[in-house]
Nanobody
Framework: QVQLVESGGGSVQAGGSLRLSCKVS????????MGWFRQVLGREREGVAA???????MYADSTKGRFTISRDNAGNTLSLQMDNLQPEDTAMYYC??????????????????WGQGTQVTVSS
């Protein structure tokens, strides 16, 4: 079982930056993906960015060029650097991990382990 704990959410004005972190513990697969998702009440959970153990990255069109996903060499911390934040980025952000997988999905249905979430609020 994999445990995920997010941190780093908060409130910022439009154009500002935040950095989210996710501490990973437990037994992970040899090859797997980790991702950041966000959800607004009443809407589906949306994939923001994901990264595979081999380093391949995937971004949603809405975050490409503004958000950067990374993981440390030991693989136990996942980060999301969010720059030029906009009010539409306001949501609860979740860290997630897949089981064994050879590609980098942005669909929540492929992720089996989830953190509790951290709120990001961007004011105009």
């Amino acid at each position: 079982q994999v445990q995920l704990v997010e941190s780093g959410g908060g409130s910022v004005q439009a154009g500002g930056s935040l950095r989210l972190s996710c501490k990973v513990s437990g037994r992970t697969a040899v090859a797997y993906s980790m991702g950041w998702f966000r959800q607004v009440l009443g809407r589906e959970r949306e994939g923001v960015a994901a990264i595979h153990t081999d380093g391949r990255e995937m971004y949603a069109d809405s975050t490409k060029g503004r958000f950067t996903i990374s993981r440390d060499n030991a693989g136990n911390t996942l980060s999301l650097q969010m720059d030029n934040l906009q009010p539409e980025d306001t949501a609860m952000y979740y860290c997630a991990a897949t089981g064994f997988i050879l590609w980098v999905p942005l669909s929540a249905s492929h992720y089996t382990n989830w953190g509790q979430g951290t709120q990001v609020t961007v004011s105009s």
